[in-house]
């Protein structure tokens, strides 16, 4: 089961990963999205970082629509799913 930490450290390789693949540095992010370098680097390093600043890295990476599906509504099957689910 996950916890935050976990989660935390998955989004900060996620991220990490990302910027790699696009051939960012850390400098170059954090000049594109408008996050300082140090959130940058302590997001990397722990995980750590504002959803203000989050927010603009995704932008800044080209993944701003991985947000949309963050606490959406769940597609009901049936209407048994709603009743049980209440």
Avoid: C, P, W
Avoid at 59 to 81: K, P, T, V
């Amino acid at each position: 089961m996950a916890n935050i930490l976990s989660i935390k450290e998955n989004l900060a390789q996620r991220a990490r990963a990302r910027r790699r693949e696009a051939k960012l540095s850390q400098t170059a992010l954090a000049t594109r999205s408008g996050v300082s370098l140090g959130s940058v680097k302590r997001f990397e390093r722990s995980g750590e970082i504002s959803l203000s600043s989050l927010l603009r890295i995704a932008f800044a990476l080209g993944f701003e629509n991985d947000f949309d599906g963050l606490f959406a509504r769940r597609n009901y099957q049936s209407i048994d799913e709603i009743i049980n689910e209440k």
